[in-house]
């Protein structure tokens, strides 16, 4: 299939497509104008040369002769529009003066004036024919007069005035094809703004196109594909419904299942049973926590039903709580769990409870992947417009190949020994999209382990 090109060349295309016909047929009109023009006045002027030679005929004593003074002579034949031959013959053809050559032709009616082309010295001229009424004695005829001249002139004339018609005529088409240029362009910046609206948005904002300030034509666009859009965002909902409803109803018999065989460790004695059990808790821990994150993830994901609330939240409060919520567990494993925050205020405008989840993530991750004995920092930075939260951890790290993949959903660094679904840093990053921030992995200065910064832009 061919490529297509851009509308605007497609447009351009057919409008300059009938602008070169028309100017070709305007052309072609123009030259057959300008030459009947010359051809009317060049013949005007080669009658006069042969009424002046008519006049000079005259009879004396029966004779016919021409008194044509010798300037008169080199008058005609250095004419500015060529040389000019002529012949005059008596009644009876016989040669009276001029060019004896110059080719025979049939006489004219009587007293009637002739124009026709013809070939002399291998050329082709224009030859004009005169017969005037002369008295010789008793007897009465005509004498013709005849004067040829050069056809190259004429058509050299006509060539420049039809040059001179065709250097307007080009110049307006191609200011026409620049102002069509132009207009286009400026007929198209609805559709460029269309286009950069939706270069610009998140693949979280499913909302419907504006209509306004855009040509009739491009409506129906517009209407398909806000119908699109809406089909989208109902397909996605519907998805997260059986996600969140999925989770829920799992929620409560896990939560049974857990709270029995916590029981049952307590109850039943000190056998391979209470490691049947163990097992069966630990599982039974990790499904609830994989509910959990699904949750998490459906709230966070655009065709998520709960809106963005668009609350003030103050950052490093936030950061506090989620802290001093991990305690217990970083000291279970002996690690150092620290918060380093600005004194500023670091108030932005989001989603408190999303917000917290992220942290509980970055948290649960870095907690869960520091060896024992290690270091966990959360730390609140403030600038002029942006608000960074970091979490900083002293383990393994994450390798440079993996750092891209470790966002997608269900995804898992192979060899860490460490239990997990590989959803939290998923949840992390669409909570980050939602409230237009960016989320950077990489290494932690100076040695091992892994910086996570998700970067907040500041909210007036």
Same mark, same amino acid.
């Given at each position: 299939?061919?490529?297509?090109?851009?509308?605007?060349?497609?447009?351009?295309?057919?409008?300059?497509?009938?602008?070169?016909?028309?100017?070709?047929?305007?052309?072609?009109?123009?030259?057959?104008?300008?030459?009947?023009?010359?051809?009317?006045?060049?013949?005007?002027?080669?009658?006069?040369?042969?009424?002046?030679?008519?006049?000079? *005929?005259?009879?004396?004593?029966?004779?016919?002769?021409?008194?044509?003074?010798?300037?008169?002579?080199?008058?005609?034949?250095?004419?500015?529009?060529? +040389?000019?031959?002529?012949?005059?013959?008596?009644?009876?053809?016989?040669?009276?003066?001029?060019? /004896?050559?110059?080719?025979?032709? /049939?006489?004219?009616?009587?007293?009637?004036?002739?124009?026709?082309?013809?070939?002399?010295?291998?050329?082709?001229?224009? *030859? *004009?024919?005169?017969?005037?009424?002369?008295?010789?004695?008793?007897?009465?005829?005509?004498?013709?007069?005849?004067?040829?001249?050069?056809?190259?002139?004429?058509?050299?004339?006509?060539?420049?005035?039809?040059?001179?018609?065709?250097?307007?005529?080009?110049?307006?088409?191609?200011?026409?094809?620049?102002?069509?240029?132009?207009?286009?362009?400026?007929?198209?910046?609805?559709?460029?703004?269309?286009?950069?609206?939706?270069?610009?948005?998140?693949?979280?904002?499913?909302?419907?196109?504006?209509?306004?300030?855009?040509?009739?034509?491009?409506?129906?666009?517009?209407?398909?594909?806000?119908?699109?859009?809406?089909?989208?965002?109902?397909?996605?909902?519907?998805?997260?419904?059986?996600?969140?409803?999925?989770?829920?109803?799992?929620?409560?018999?896990?939560?049974?299942? +857990?709270?029995?065989?916590?029981?049952?460790?307590?109850?039943?004695?000190?056998?391979?049973?209470?490691?049947?059990?163990?097992?069966?808790?630990?599982?039974?821990?990790?499904?609830?926590?994989?509910?959990?994150?699904?949750?998490?993830?459906?709230?966070?994901?655009?065709?998520?039903?709960?809106?963005?609330?668009?609350?003030? *939240?103050?950052?490093?409060?936030?950061?506090?709580?989620?802290?001093?919520?991990?305690?217990?567990?970083?000291?279970?494993?002996?690690?150092?769990?620290?918060?380093?925050?600005?004194?500023?205020?670091?108030?932005?405008?989001?989603?408190?409870?999303?917000?917290?989840?992220?942290?509980?993530?970055?948290?649960?991750?870095?907690?869960?992947?520091?060896?024992?004995? %290690?270091?966990?920092?959360?730390?609140?930075?403030?600038?002029?417009?942006?608000?960074?939260?970091?979490?900083?951890?002293?383990?393994?790290?994450?390798?440079?190949?993996?750092?891209?993949?470790?966002?997608?959903?269900?995804?898992?660094?192979?060899?860490? %020994?460490?239990?997990?679904?590989?959803?939290?840093?998923?949840?992390?990053?669409?909570?980050?999209?939602?409230?237009?921030?960016?989320?950077?992995?990489?290494?932690?200065?100076?040695?091992?382990?892994?910086?996570?910064?998700?970067?907040?832009?500041?909210?007036?």
């Amino acid at each position: 299939m061919a490529k297509s090109g851009t509308l605007r060349r497609q447009l351009l295309a057919w409008l300059a497509g009938p602008l070169i016909v028309m100017w070709s047929i305007s052309t072609m009109v123009d030259y057959d104008i300008a030459k009947r023009f010359v051809n009317f006045a060049y013949d005007r002027a080669l009658l006069d040369a042969a009424l002046d030679i008519g006049r000079q *005929v005259k009879v004396l004593n029966g004779r016919i002769y021409v008194d044509l003074p010798e300037v008169a002579v080199k008058m005609l034949q250095t004419r500015e529009s060529g +040389k000019v031959f002529y012949l005059v013959t008596g009644p009876k053809n016989e040669y009276i003066t001029g060019e /004896p050559d110059l080719p025979q032709t /049939p006489h004219p009616e009587s007293g009637r004036t002739n124009y026709y082309d013809d070939e002399y010295l291998g050329r082709p001229v224009r *030859v *004009v024919t005169l017969q005037l009424p002369v008295e010789t004695g008793k007897d009465r005829g005509y004498v013709t007069v005849q004067v040829v001249e050069d056809r190259a002139p004429r058509a050299e004339f006509a060539g420049l005035i039809l040059l001179r018609m065709m250097l307007p005529q080009v110049a307006l088409v191609l200011l026409a094809g620049i102002l069509v240029w132009y207009a286009i362009g400026r007929g198209l910046v609805p559709l460029s703004v269309l286009r950069s609206e939706i270069e610009s948005r998140s693949h979280r904002d499913l909302s419907a196109l504006s209509e306004e300030q855009v040509p009739q034509e491009v409506r129906p666009l517009i209407r398909a594909m806000n119908g699109l859009l809406q089909r989208l965002s109902k397909t996605l909902a519907a998805q997260q419904r059986f996600i969140a409803d999925a989770a829920h109803q799992l929620r409560t018999p896990m939560a049974g299942i +857990k709270t029995q065989t916590e029981l049952a460790l307590r109850q039943a004695p000190p056998d391979e049973s209470q490691a049947t059990l163990r097992q069966l808790n630990t599982a039974t821990e990790q499904t609830i926590r994989l509910i959990n994150q699904l949750l998490s993830l459906a709230r966070a994901e655009p065709a998520a039903e709960r809106a963005h609330t668009g609350e003030r *939240v103050d950052l490093t409060e936030l950061a506090r709580d989620a802290a001093a919520d991990w305690v217990p567990r970083a000291l279970a494993r002996q690690i150092d769990l620290g918060l380093d925050s600005t004194q500023a205020p670091a108030t932005m405008e989001g989603d408190a409870f999303l917000l917290r989840e992220m942290l509980n993530n970055l948290l649960d991750n870095a907690i869960r992947y520091t060896q024992t004995g %290690g270091q966990v920092t959360v730390r609140v930075a403030v600038d002029i417009q942006n608000i960074t939260l970091t979490v900083e951890d002293n383990g393994p790290g994450i390798p440079e190949s993996e750092r891209e993949r470790v966002f997608e959903r269900f995804y898992r660094v192979l060899g860490t %020994g460490v239990e997990g679904c590989g959803l939290g840093l998923a949840i992390v990053h669409e909570i980050a999209q939602r409230h237009n921030a960016e989320v950077a992995l990489g290494p932690r200065a100076g040695g091992s382990g892994t910086v996570i910064k998700v970067t907040f832009p500041l909210t007036p």
